[in-house]
Nanobody, 125 residues
Framework: QVQLVESGGGLVQAGGSLRLSCVAS????????MGWFRQAPGKEREFVAT????????GYADSVKGRFTISRDSAKNTVYLHMNSLKPEDTAVYLC??????????????????WGQGTQVIVSS
């Protein structure tokens, strides 16, 4: 089992920045691909970013590319999402997820084995 706890969400003005954190406990963090997803009210959960087990490869949704950066610190069992130039349309609950299956790109909800509870991000215009 893996427990994932997100933090760092909040209310920010458009153009501002936030850093989300996700701390993992339980199963070996260093073996997992990690992802960030988000879900706005009434919408499907959507992919935001992913990072491989060693941090060597990352991927981003087009909507956040160039503004968000995913990183991980295996010594702290933590994955981060640095969000810059935030827009009102970035408002959502942000969830981190851990994937232990070796196949797949890390871009899809059903690839992931464990999920956190999420942290709310609200971007005001």
């Amino acid at each position: 089992q893996v427990q994932l706890v997100e933090s760092g969400g909040g209310l920010v003005q458009a153009g501002g920045s936030l850093r989300l954190s996700c701390v993992a406990s339980g199963r070996a963090f260093s073996w997992s691909t990690m992802g960030w997803f988000r879900q706005a009210p009434g919408k499907e959960r959507e992919f935001v970013a992913t990072v491989t087990w060693n941090g060597g490869s990352t991927g981003y949704a087009d909507s956040v590319k160039g503004r968000f950066t995913i990183s991980r610190d295996s010594a702290k069992n933590t994955v981060y999402l640095h969000m810059n130039s935030l827009k009102p349309e970035d408002t959502a609950v942000y969830l981190c997820a851990a994937k232990y299956r070796t196949r797949g790109s890390g871009w899809y909800v059903d690839e992931y084995d464990y999920w956190g509870q999420g942290t709310q991000v609200i971007v005001s215009s």
